[in-house]
Nanobody, 119 residues
Framework: QVQLAESGGGLVQAGGSLRLSCAVS????????MGWFRQAPGKEREFVAA????????NYADSVKGRFTISMDYAKNTVYLQMSSLKPEDTAVYYC????????????WGQGTQVTVSS
């Protein structure tokens, strides 16, 4: 099993920035694809960003392109989501997830961290 632990959420004003972290441990498969998802109240969970473990490929939802950046720190086995120019509609619980290499079958999930953007 892959264990994922998110941190870094909080309350921020519109236009501000936050960096979310996801510590990865206990990998049952090597070099997973890592992703960030979010779920706002009353809405379904949606994809935000993903990165191959090599860091060579990244993918973003259109709603966050140009504002969010996903990255890896291999020394710390940590995935980051740098969020800038935050909007109230970015308010959600953000989840870190892992998928086997070369897939988007995200089967391991963290507990989530709340991000609230005030207007």
């Amino acid at each position: 099993q892959v264990q994922l632990a998110e941190s870094g959420g909080g309350l921020v004003q519109a236009g501000g920035s936050l960096r979310l972290s996801c510590a990865v441990s206990g990998r049952s498969f090597s070099r997973p694809v890592m992703g960030w998802f979010r779920q706002a109240p009353g809405k379904e969970r949606e994809f935000v960003a993903a990165i191959a473990w090599s860091g060579s490929n990244t993918n973003y939802a259109d709603s966050v392109k140009g504002r969010f950046t996903i990255s890896m720190d291999y020394a710390k086995n940590t995935v980051y989501l740098q969020m800038s120019s935050l909007k109230p509609e970015d308010t959600a619980v953000y989840y870190c997830a892992a998928a086997p290499p070369g897939t988007t079958d995200f089967t391991s999930w963290g507990q989530g961290t709340q991000v609230t953007v005030s207007s």
